[in-house]
């Protein structure tokens, strides 16, 4: 859950006030259930565990027409503090990755040579395309922050 908590804690920062209709919008719209295992349906739980921990607070319930209210969300000071947390913890701290990779790369010499070769040409052409794919993340993240503010 803390990856969620983070990430449902950074957006509603950096959105506030905002619905948890598009907090959702916003995770799905970064793929955020394939990178931080954020789950969408598991965003509004999130938010109400939030909220009932002081980390969040509901501005207001509205409903319009036959829709389904949506409650507006901003961060507390307790919340902002935990995200400050979070944040630290993750770019201080080194956690270990559980990849497959590492228990294939065992039985590496199970594969003749010209596939292990080639297994390993196309492997480190998808490190290279998500270290591509982070270092546009990283030159983009200053202006996605300033959408919100």
């Known amino acids: 859950m803390s990856t969620t908590r983070m990430m449902i ?5 950096w959105m506030q006030p905002v619905h948890g209709y598009d907090v959702r919008r916003e995770l799905l719209s970064w793929n955020a259930d394939k990178w931080a295992n954020v789950q969408p349906g598991s965003i509004y739980h999130a938010l109400r ?13 509205e409903q319009v027409g036959s829709r389904p209210a ?14 400050d947390n ?3 913890g993750y770019w201080w701290e080194m956690k270990p990755v559980s990849d497959p990779f590492f ?17 390993l040409r196309n492997r480190a052409a998808q490190l290279r395309a998500a270290n591509d794919g982070v270092e546009v993340a990283a030159e983009k993240g200053g202006s996605a922050r300033s959408r919100y503010t």
């Open 9 to 13: 804690l950074g957006l509603v920062s």
């Open 49 to 61: 565990k939030l909220t009932e921990e002081g980390l969040l607070s509901e501005v207001t319930t």
């Open 70 to 83: 949506r409650t507006t969300y901003e961060i507390t000071p307790k919340g902002q503090d935990e995200l």
């Open 86 to 88: 979070l944040l630290r």
């Open 103 to 119: 228990a294939a790369l065992a039985f590496l010499p199970a594969l003749s040579r010209e596939e292990a070769a080639a297994a």
